[in-house]
Every structure is written in structure tokens, then in C-alpha cells.
């Protein structure tokens, strides 16, 4: 199990951390080890969660739905177009072995974040200030290593697509009438829809790859410490007493939110200064014959 969490919990992500390094410095790290600490703990409040009625609280959608009512399920719907799932995935299946979930999820925790941070620091030593958004831009594409290399890390988005449909079409599945819950061509034809439409929307609008990823990223938010925190204070009810432990969780809450909203206006700024630089290229390259744009 712990091969299992530390293999689905990774993203793509991953390829951005030494940029994140870069831009950030070596302090950055340490915000990196405190968000991989507060998503574990709130991995952990989804086990307790789960442990308040095992029987039927199986799932991160039964949490939700069991904190929520009925609404929980279809506020649950729009976190299933995340691009990565593993930490569901994983928190859902140690349902079954509770006992021995807390020791998994921290082992897998802490390989995951030693991961990422030697991913951050070895990229960062390696290109310095030129390492790109995704370091996977700076490997010479000429060499047959880091065509390799570009390959085998293509693999993972796309085995992971698959996961996140069908995480998408069996909530819109549960939402079916009785009779066509069971119907297999009315499986193939939701999952089809999903992946004509991803398409037709990533072909037509040319902006859909940053407007996802804005989305994402809020939702990720929303599904690795907003919910199971709001969920866990539901069900247990530690809202109702004042203390440190509900202390604790309104202040995860509020940090999630405020690192979002860093990540947000970096991200903007950003396409805003590339969209710059890319008009005042042009603009240099149909006056003077140049399309090099000096800040």
C-alpha cells in the first residue's frame, strides 16, 4: 500500500517544482514541507471520518455526502475533472484497512515530499535561473534519452485520464434513472461525450489550457483541505466546542485559501507578461525586422 500511495499521490505537477524554486527561493521549501504536512493531516481527518461509520462511509464522496446530505454529491461533481486523483484514490481504498492506514499515509507522505523536494533542488542546481516552467522544456529534444524521457513522463497524464473520466462519468452515472444505471451503451456514450468534449474545448478556446489550470488548481483547494476539514468539523461536530483542535483546522482553512490566492495573481501576472512580451515582439519584428522586446 505504501508503493500504491507514494505511485498515485505524484502528479505532473512535479515538473514544476524547480521552477516554483526558482522563482520562490530556497525559502519556498519550507512552505513546500507545510503543505505536504497539512495535506496529510487532512488525509488523516478523512480516516477519522471514515471511522465514525465504517460500514457505510467508504469513500471520499460517502464522506462528503455523509457531512453534507444529498447536496454532498453533487458538490463532490465538479472536484472529480481534477487531473490528479490520487490522494482520493488512496485515502478511499484505506477504508478497507483503517487499522493500519495512519502508518501508510504518513510513510507515503513523507517519500512524496522527499521526492518532490529533491526534484526541486536537483532541478534548480542543474539550470539555476533558466530552468522552465517545466523542466521537461529544458532537456535537448535532439538527444534519445530526453526523447525518452519526455515519452515515459507523458505516459502518466495519460494512463491518469482515464481515472478521471471515469470518476466523472460514474457521478453522472449515479444521477441516471434506474434503468439506464446498468445500460453500457449509455456508459460508452457519457465517457465518449467526456473526451469529445475535452477536446473540442481545448481546440477551440486557446486559453483553455490556463483557464483549466486556474480551475484546478482551486479545486485541488477545495478537495485536499477545504472539504475534508468542513466535513471533519460536520461530522465530528468540533465546531460546537471551542478549543485548539477547531482552532487549528479554521486556520489550515484559511491558510489553503490564502496560498491559492498567492498562486492565483502569480499566475496571472505572469500570463500577463508573456502575452506582453509576445506583443512587443511583434510589434519589434514588423518595425525594425527585430523580435527581441529590452525591458
Known amino acids: 500500500m505504501i508503493l500504491t500511495g507514494f505511485i498515485l499521490t505524484p502528479g505532473i505537477d512535479i515538473l514544476s517544482i524547480p521552477y516554483a524554486l526558482s522563482s520562490g527561493g530556497w525559502l519556498s521549501l519550507i512552505i513546500l514541507v507545510l503543505i505536504a504536512a497539512t495535506a496529510c493531516f487532512t488525509a488523516l481527518l478523512l480516516r477519522q471520518c471514515m471511522d465514525k461509520d465504517p460500514d457505510t462511509i467508504t469513500s471520499y464522496i460517502d464522506i462528503v455526502g455523509h457531512a453534507f446530505g444529498h447536496k454532498g454529491g453533487v458538490m463532490i461533481l465538479p472536484t472529480m475533472w481534477l487531473n490528479d486523483l490520487g490522494i482520493l484514490s488512496f485515502v478511499s481504498a484505506g477504508g478497507v484497512l483503517s487499522s493500519i492506514i495512519v502508518t501508510v499515509l504518513l510513510l507515503s507522505f513523507v517519500i512524496c515530499t522527499i521526492t518532490y523536494l529533491t526534484m526541486a533542488v536537483l532541478g534548480y542546481l542543474i539550470y539555476g535561473q533558466n530552468v522552465q516552467s517545466q523542466i521537461t522544456l529544458n532537456l535537448p529534444i535532439e538527444q534519445v534519452s530526453s526523447k525518452v524521457a519526455i515519452y515515459t513522463i507523458l505516459a502518466g497524464p495519460i494512463a491518469k485520464y482515464a481515472l478521471t473520466v471515469m470518476s466523472i462519468a460514474t457521478a453522472i452515472e449515479r444521477q441516471l434513472s434506474a434503468s439506464y444505471k446498468d445500460c453500457r451503451s449509455a456508459s460508452i456514450l457519457i465517457r465518449m461525450s467526456l473526451l469529445v468534449s475535452t477536446v473540442v474545448l481545448a481546440t477551440v478556446f486557446p486559453s483553455f489550457q490556463s483557464v483549466t489550470s486556474l480551475i484546478g488548481a482551486f479545486l485541488k483547494v477545495v478537495v485536499s483541505f477545504l472539504l475534508p476539514c468542513v466535513s471533519y468539523l ?45 506583443e512587443c515582439s511583434v510589434h519589434l519584428y514588423l518595425v525594425f525586422g527585430r523580435s527581441t522586446c529590452h525591458h
Not at 242 to 255: N, T, V
Open 234 to 278: 460536520n461530522i465530528s461536530e468540533v465546531y460546537r466546542n471551542w478549543g485548539y483542535e477547531l482552532i487549528g483546522i479554521l486556520a489550515i482553512m484559511l491558510l489553503a485559501v490564502f496560498f491559492w490566492g498567492v498562486g492565483y495573481i502569480f499566475i496571472y501576472c505572469s500570463n500577463c507578461k508573456a502575452d506582453l512580451e509576445f
